[in-house]
């Protein structure tokens, strides 16, 4: 798939806000600071699509981009920064939980997990949250171009290790950089097959 169109739309505070139009989602969450801007801006092209920082928690509000005229690539809000109450689910937002469980154009959700980090306990029961609803995902590792390569096969592998301790099958799986553009064939063809295979 090639992008030629990528435009922001609109950021919504609650899933009833959301377009209307019926169109496939395609959502990236992850911890905060995993480099959720810096990808979806390499898998669009766009260098300023999505606004990075080095703030974590930047993003609130669920944003929509159009891509194509066909489909929405997605920006959620990051989970495992603010202090969560006893009823926020570990750290997942209302405005997550709500958009995961109730929007239904939500095609794929992409986790994306940092992996210069061993494996983070919010990350997998994030994961398994996912399971527990069938919720349909898959993982992107970032910044892949960050740590050397044993390093990060260990890290990989310690991931995959501690999911088959409740899973019997493992998700897609991606590795990335918004730096080298590690990834992003791989991502935007699987989206595009899944498109393909919504018709």
Not at 162 to 167: A, D, M, N
Not at 192 to 199: A, E, Q, R, T
Request: aromatic share 12%; net charge positive; with cysteine.
């Amino acid at each position: 798939m090639i992008i030629k169109q990528a435009d922001f739309i609109c950021s919504s505070s609650k899933v009833e806000q959301c377009p209307q139009n019926k169109l496939p989602e395609y959502a990236f969450i992850g911890r905060s600071n995993v480099g959720k801007s810096s990808l979806i801006n390499m898998l669009t092209g766009k260098k300023k699509l999505a606004k990075v920082s080095s703030t974590p928690g930047k993003t609130r509000l669920i944003n929509h981009f159009i891509i194509n005229n066909s489909w929405y690539l997605v920006d959620l809000p990051g989970y495992g920064y603010a202090k969560a109450s006893k009823n926020d689910r570990s750290g997942f937002s209302k405005i997550i939980i709500d958009y995961i469980e109730r929007r239904e154009e939500m095609t794929l959700l992409f986790v994306l997990i940092d992996s210069r980090l061993e494996p983070q306990k919010i990350d997998i029961a994030f994961i398994n949250f996912l399971g527990e609803y069938e919720i349909p995902f898959a993982i992107i590792f970032t910044k892949t171009d960050k740590t050397g390569s044993e390093k990060l096969n260990k890290n990989i592998e310690a991931y995959k290790q501690l999911l088959f301790e409740s899973w019997e099958e493992l998700p897609n799986m991606f590795y990335t950089s918004s730096k080298t553009q590690a990834g992003k064939d791989e991502i935007l063809t699987y989206i595009d097959n899944v498109n393909g295979s919504l018709n």
